[in-house]
């Protein structure tokens, strides 16, 4: 059955498609990410179409983030990227942020953390969120997830999502359809 959404009550949310994991010149380059933009650009062109919100992520790192760390340390983890003001920050080119959409600036792999996001999504009455975006396993997963312990309604769209492996996009759909969330195919998806 295909999911039927609400425009009204429906944001996309775009997860860290950004030079430094989609472009063959960024530190976190993963050709699953790359392959993700046209996809990710069709499904955004029928959700505007709609007149559903989008809203993208950015993965951004002051370069002193992690200096007084206690345990938690993204650059010990995969080395300094996405580094605040950087050309790696930026969202990549074929994805361009439109006026009515609405950017949320993050410093760990959960966009909910220590942001806006829940509070802005409230206040609009948004309830559904289709996520696509890169890395499945890490950022994908972690606000999709975090998205459902709020009582948002995460679909997962399977086929716009990046990864290093596909064993990596496999495994965080299985897990977020069996712990929070639901997985479809922009096909699939109606607004």
Known sequence: MSPTLEPAQTAVVVVDMQ???CHPDGSLYAPGSEAAIDPIADLLERAREAGVQVLYTRDVHPPEQFADAHYYDEFEQWGEHVLEGSWEAEIVAELPVEDEDHVIEKHTYDAFYQTELE???NARGIRDLVFCGTLANVCVLHTAGSAGLRDFRPLLVEDCIGHIE??????ALDHAEWLFGEVVSSDDLEF
């Open 19 to 21: 030079n430094g994991f």
């Open 119 to 121: 509070g802005w999504l």
């Open 166 to 171: 596909e064993d990596h996009r496999e495994y």
